[in-house]
């Protein structure tokens, strides 16, 4: 039963596994021509869609070859023009130079017949100047020896006369523009000069080497000697000053060289004869106070000097030196009067001509500061004047226009000529100083014989003490022109040899005497 059981199953898959190819092939074979019907429908749908496409090519091909052949024919055309236009200005070039050439082969047979011309002028003018240098070496032989002199002389001669007459015409030019702007600008000076010292108004003080001082009564004279003269000499010798006692009544004499030794010995003698006590213990603590405080009154005077001018915002470092102004002079004149009398002209000028005020005070005011310590320290007044300046913190202008107001330097504002100016004014003016009898008639001699030295000037005299030189020249060597060039050379000579407060005025003059006698 087993064994037809697996038969039966097994047949029963054979039967099952042909009909099963049975069936597929059936199947296949109906599929496989559907497949072939579809695919003929496509080939003659796509052999359609191919000669539809062909055709189309072939007409976008023809129109495409057709608009090319239309534009070559064009550009053609155009380049045939082109070359048609080209060929046509070539030959028109081609005539131009054909034309050109037998222009320049005209011009140059011109040339080389006009060359000959020249070649046979040239021969000719070698001979008239061949003719005429023989002609002139024969003149200038006679000339020579007619003159007694030689062509290079005779040149020398004519340029030095010509040199003479440009001088001549320059220096009369020269008068006329100097004279016109000196009209001119001494009237302005003037103006301005004489309005600044209207303004100022300051009296004049000169400062000697002795000091007065006034007593209550002729019995102090006794007190202040004392017994066997014990204390006059405790108080020259702590002071370091000369107590003159004399006839004078009610006075004694403080004398000495140092200014403020003088003061200091005026004050300790005024503080001893207020307090009574006058004993040589009494006189060296009195002179030791005096000169310990003494600092602080020069402070003092140099602030109220500062306020006066009105400087607000000046180092109060300077004030010490400003105060040690007051006991310095120059030539007999104060230089702290001096110095405030710069500031104000200056001041005054600046303000008239309108240029910075506050420069030309300040730079007047501190322009001889250097004085009071010149003695202490090594330079110039001016340049120890710059240093003190720079070192308590003044612009660099203030320090320029202290430089140059004794032209050591060049001026390098308008601030620094005034008060230079102003300088001038305050020590100038009659009486503002004093000289040695001595110094002052030798410089009245310099002045005279420096004036001489000069060619075709006699005489010079030295007038307004010193003030102005009048020179006479010889009126036969000497002409109008030549005059006013001698004045300018002597002011010149002047200024750089000599030394001299102020300024010289220098008057050159020429006259022609005329003399007969009546017989």
């Known amino acids: 039963m087993g064994s037809i059981n697996i038969v039966s199953i097994v047949i029963g898959a054979v039967i099952s596994f042909v009909l099963f190819f049975v069936l597929r092939k059936v199947i296949f074979a109906k599929d496989f021509n559907k497949i072939n019907e579809i695919e003929n429908e496509l080939r003659k749908k796509n052999e359609q869609e191919i000669e539809t496409l062909k055709h189309k090519i072939s007409l976008d091909l023809k129109e495409e070859f057709i608009s090319w052949k239309n534009d070559y024919n064009n550009k053609h055309s155009q380049r045939v023009n082109k070359l048609n236009e080209l060929e046509r200005r070539l030959i028109q070039k081609e ?19 006009r060359e000959n011309d020249n070649r046979l002028k040239e021969e ?46 320059a220096v009369k030019s020269l008068k006329v523009v100097e004279e016109e702007y000196k009209e001119k600008s001494s009237l302005l000076a003037k103006e301005i000069v004489s309005t600044a010292i209207q303004r100022i108004g300051t009296e004049h003080i000169m400062s000697s080497a002795v000091t ?22 405790a108080l020259e010798t702590a002071t370091e000053v000369d107590f003159i006692v004399d006839d004078t009544p009610e006075a004694i004499i403080v004398s000495s060289f140092d200014p403020i030794r003088r003061e200091i010995a005026k004050r300790v003698l005024e503080s001893l004869i207020s307090d009574g006590r006058i004993h040589p213990a009494r006189i060296e603590e009195v002179v030791e106070k005096e000169k310990n405080n003494f600092d602080s009154y020069l402070r003092e005077v140099g602030e109220n000097a500062v306020m006066e001018v009105g400087i607000p915002d000046l180092n109060p470092k300077l004030f010490l030196y400003l105060g040690k102004l007051k006991y310095r002079t120059s030539y007999g004149q104060n230089v702290l009067q001096h110095s405030k009398e710069v500031a104000m002209i200056a001041t005054y000028m600046a303000t008239e001509l309108g240029v910075d005020i506050s420069v030309a005070k300040r730079a007047g005011l501190l322009h001889d500061i250097g004085k009071s310590i010149d003695r202490e320290t090594e330079g110039t007044h001016t340049k120890l004047s710059v240093d003190l300046v720079k070192k308590f913190g003044e612009s660099k202008k203030i320090q320029d226009a202290i430089a140059s107001h004794h032209m050591d330097v ?8 005034l008060v230079q100016s102003a300088d ?73 040899d ?22």
Do not use: C, W
């Not at 060049?410 to 000529?417: H, L, N």
């Not at 220098?506 to 017989?519: D, L, N, P, Q, S």
């Open 95 to 113: 005539e131009n130079l054909d034309k050109r050439y037998l222009s320049l082969d005209n011009k140059d047979r011109e040339i080389k017949k």
């Open 410 to 417: 060049d001026f390098t504002s308008i601030e620094g000529v």
């Open 498 to 519: 000599m030394e001299y407060p102020g300024q010289i005025k220098v008057t050159v003059i020429r006259e022609i005497r005329a003399t007969e006698y009546a017989k």
């Open 212 to 233: 007065v001082i006034d007593l209550p009564n002729d019995e102090m004279k006794g007190r202040i000697i004392g017994r066997e003269g014990r204390n006059i000499r």
């Open 124 to 169: 000719e003018f070698e001979v008239i100047r061949q003719g005429l240098e023989k002609l002139t070496s024969e003149a200038k032989e006679k000339l020579e020896k007619i003159s007694g002199m030689t062509e290079q002389e005779a040149k020398d001669a004519i340029i030095k006369e010509l040199e003479n007459e440009a001088k001549m015409d």
């Open 424 to 496: 001038a004014i305050s020590a100038a003016r009659p009486g503002a100083r004093r000289e040695m009898f001595e110094s002052y008639i030798k410089r009245l001699q310099e002045l005279e014989e420096l004036s001489v030295s000069f060619q075709g000037v006699n005489k010079a005299y030295a007038l307004r003490a010193g003030r102005e030189v009048r020179v006479i020249i010889d009126s036969n060597e000497t002409d109008d022109n030549k005059t006013f060039m001698i004045s300018k050379d002597i002011a010149k000579k002047i200024q750089e």
